[in-house]
């Protein structure tokens, strides 16, 4: 048997201008948000939805996946640092020797961009601003709005773990083997499990599925889409988790039999169970 091993050794910045970089991870939000507008495009002109409340839902979309992103990492896996740091929750700052300073202004920092952004916390901050668009815009339902919306962010989930990749960041355990990604930037020699690639690669095999399914009509089927999306994303989540080395958080340190990831996914993936039975049944999710 061939087992295939894998140096990786990217540079995590396209271009720089000045002190500041383009970062592939940034990119790939770029990306995935490009797409996913494209993607509800089509879908609102296909169920005659007018185009002009498809800007405020992207807006909608965007802020509360990086607010919740970024709250996600600070309270599920690093409060001990940022409660004594709080300047730098919200500003892509970290504190620098020497005589840096942020755009002038605030000294002994340095811009960093955006490192740290916790999946679960992106998608419960999305699913409450989704709730706030459908209480202001009174589109359809809130569960036909979720439906849909799930299928770009699947497709923006492929992107994201991608950018983790580039960035080295998020790893998986050793393989113990010759198979796995050595990565060089890292300073290590002994290749690991890609656990990045193995979610993206999952959100791909979710992505298709939420469109078949949706070409197919589930869709009609209020929640059908969204129960499924949140018990095979966060499924998927859960077993990629015991290849992945420990992020922390307060979750494992207080059970450790589970890592904060795992902890984080069950609720969602007995939510998306609960709903499908509730829909395959024609019972009321609300």
């Given at each position: 048997?061939?087992l295939?091993?894998?140096?990786?050794?990217?540079?995590?910045?396209?271009?720089?201008?000045?002190?500041?970089?383009?970062?592939?991870?940034?990119?790939?939000?770029?990306?995935?948000?490009?797409?996913?507008?494209?993607?509800?495009?089509?879908?609102?002109?296909?169920?005659?939805?007018?185009?002009?409340?498809?800007?405020?839902?992207?807006?909608?979309?965007?802020?509360?996946?990086?607010?919740?992103?970024?709250?996600?990492?600070?309270?599920?896996?690093?409060?001990?640092?940022?409660?004594?740091?709080?300047?730098?929750?919200?500003?892509?700052?970290?504190?620098?020797?020497?005589?840096?300073?942020?755009?002038?202004?605030?000294?002994?920092?340095?811009?960093?961009?955006?490192?740290?952004?916790?999946?679960?916390?992106?998608?419960?901050?999305?699913?409450?601003?989704?709730?706030?668009?459908?209480?202001?815009?009174?589109?359809?339902?809130?569960?036909?709005?979720?439906?849909?919306?799930?299928i770009p962010?699947?497709?923006?989930?492929?992107?994201?773990?991608?950018?983790?990749?580039?960035?080295?960041?998020?790893?998986?355990?050793?393989?113990?083997?010759?198979?796995?990604?050595?990565?060089?930037?890292?300073?290590?020699?002994?290749?690991r499990?890609?656990?990045?690639?193995?979610?993206?690669?999952?959100?791909?095999?979710?992505?298709?599925?939420?469109?078949?399914l949706?070409?197919?009509?589930?869709?009609?089927?209020?929640?059908?889409?969204?129960?499924?999306?949140?018990?095979?994303?966060?499924?998927i989540?859960?077993?990629?988790?015991?290849?992945?080395?420990?992020?922390?958080?307060?979750?494992?340190?207080?059970?450790?039999?589970?890592?904060?990831?795992?902890?984080?996914?069950?609720?969602?993936?007995?939510?998306?169970?609960?709903?499908?039975?509730?829909?395959?049944?024609?019972?009321?999710?609300?």
């Amino acid at each position: 048997m061939i087992l295939l091993k894998i140096n990786w050794s990217p540079s995590e910045t396209l271009v720089t201008f000045g002190n500041i970089g383009i970062h592939y991870y940034s990119l790939m939000f770029v990306i995935a948000f490009i797409l996913g507008l494209n993607i509800m495009k089509r879908i609102y002109k296909k169920e005659g939805v007018p185009e002009k409340y498809l800007d405020p839902l992207f807006i909608y979309v965007v802020v509360a996946t990086l607010l919740g992103a970024r709250l996600g990492e600070v309270f599920f896996y690093n409060w001990d640092y940022f409660q004594n740091n709080l300047v730098e929750i919200l500003i892509p700052i970290t504190k620098s020797a020497g005589d840096s300073t942020f755009f002038g202004l605030i000294k002994n920092y340095k811009f960093i961009g955006y490192r740290g952004l916790a999946s679960h916390g992106a998608a419960i901050a999305i699913i409450i601003c989704l709730y706030l668009y459908y209480k202001k815009y009174k589109l359809q339902s809130f569960v036909w709005l979720l439906d849909r919306v799930v299928i770009p962010v699947s497709l923006g989930g492929v992107f994201i773990r991608l950018g983790n990749f580039f960035n080295s960041e998020i790893v998986g355990k050793y393989t113990g083997s010759n198979f796995g990604v050595v990565f060089l930037n890292r300073n290590e020699m002994l290749p690991r499990h890609p656990a990045q690639v193995y979610e993206s690669l999952g959100c791909v095999v979710l992505f298709l599925l939420l469109v078949y399914l949706y070409r197919k009509g589930k869709g009609k089927q209020e929640g059908f889409l969204f129960g499924t999306f949140l018990t095979v994303l966060f499924t998927i989540r859960f077993f990629i988790e015991f290849v992945k080395v420990s992020q922390g958080g307060w979750f494992e340190e207080l059970m450790p039999v589970f890592t904060t990831g795992q902890w984080l996914s069950i609720p969602f993936v007995i939510a998306g169970i609960v709903i499908l039975y509730k829909v395959i049944n024609k019972k009321n999710i609300a």
